[in-house]
């Protein structure tokens, strides 16, 4: 489990077909807080650490993702270089500054709209009458693993506020219209509705 609070970033070195696929990224974590088959969140997706490997001043981090993950997220977009937002999961008394985020995308959604407003950015992202649902004004979304709130829905568009801190240390900045992002909706949402 996580919170959506972004504390990293990797960039991809390695995204190939192995057997399923296998996902190498090199990172700023410290290498003895990450532990062979610890969860750790990528872009929203749970991955579980296969190997790790200490290389210069960063930590090498390779997961095995299913055929199954990559149709589900937007995995099937990566690229050598992308930049993929990373989270270690949560530890029993760690604050949790977000929301419950499980690493269980429901779909991807793309970006129709980038602005900027002030220091911050809005995005707005086209959803499925599916997700519609199990979403309201206000209510939490996790957006490529990030803790978010919902600004607006009209139809099946919704608009979130993007702050100048989450904008400089996500992937979002990163994002051109068109893209698809990993979207999770609120668990308590989804079980009160």
């Excluded at 001043?57 to 990559?70: A, G, H, I, N, P």
């Excluded at 995005?123 to 979403?135: E, P």
């Excluded at 709130?149 to 900045?173: A, G, K, M, Q």
Aim: with cysteine; aromatic share 8%.
């Amino acid at each position: 489990m996580f919170s959506g609070i972004i504390e990293n970033t990797g960039i991809v070195k390695v995204f190939k077909k192995y057997k399923d696929y296998r996902l190498i990224l090199d990172t700023d974590l410290k290498f003895k807080d990450i532990k062979k088959g610890s969860s750790v969140c990528c872009n929203g997706v749970c991955l579980t650490v296969i190997s790790k490997k200490k290389f210069l001043k960063k930590t090498k981090l390779s997961f095995d993702v299913s055929k199954e993950t990559v149709s589900c997220t937007n995995f099937d977009q990566l690229k050598i270089g992308d930049l993929i937002n990373i989270e270690k999961s949560l530890k029993v008394g760690d604050e949790i500054s977000g929301h419950f985020v499980f690493g269980h995308v429901d779909e991807t959604a793309a970006l129709i709209s980038s602005k900027k407003i002030g220091g911050s950015y809005e995005l707005k992202f086209k959803i499925s009458k599916k997700i519609k649902k199990l979403i309201a004004k206000k209510g939490s979304i996790s957006i490529n693993g990030i803790s978010l709130t919902i600004n607006n829905i009209n139809r099946d568009v919704i608009s979130l506020n993007i702050i100048p801190y989450t904008w400089n240390r996500t992937n979002l900045h990163k994002l051109k219209i068109g893209n698809r992002i990993n979207l999770e909706v609120d668990m308590l949402a989804r079980y009160v509705t």
